[in-house]
């Protein structure tokens, strides 16, 4: 089991929380994901699962769920 934590932006309301977990949470092993919105800024996205997932399945599944980004490091 593994926990990471994911800098995402674009992120402004309780939809746009609802869209990015939806999509992460079908991700292959995901067991939870929890957001704290910070509307206009980086929001943290927390993801538990069962393997670790790449940068570019979490990419993945923010695009799926609208207009979302990694934020830079």
């Known amino acids: ?3 990471t934590t994911y800098a995402v932006t674009g992120m402004t309301c309780e939809h746009c929380v609802h869209a990015v977990t939806e999509e992460l949470s079908a ?3 995901v067991r ?3 957001v704290n919105l910070v509307a206009g ?3 943290a996205v927390t993801v538990t699962s069962d393997a670790e997932l ?3 399945q979490v990419a993945g599944a ?3 769920a ?3 980004h990694l ?3």
Do not use: C, P, R
């Open 54 to 56: 790449t940068d570019e």
């Open 62 to 64: 923010l695009d799926e």
């Open 66 to 68: 609208g207009d979302y």
């Open 1 to 3: 089991m593994t926990t």
């Open 27 to 29: 991700l292959g092993g």
């Open 41 to 43: 800024g980086s929001s």
């Open 32 to 34: 939870e994901v929890q």
């Open 71 to 73: 934020a830079s490091a």
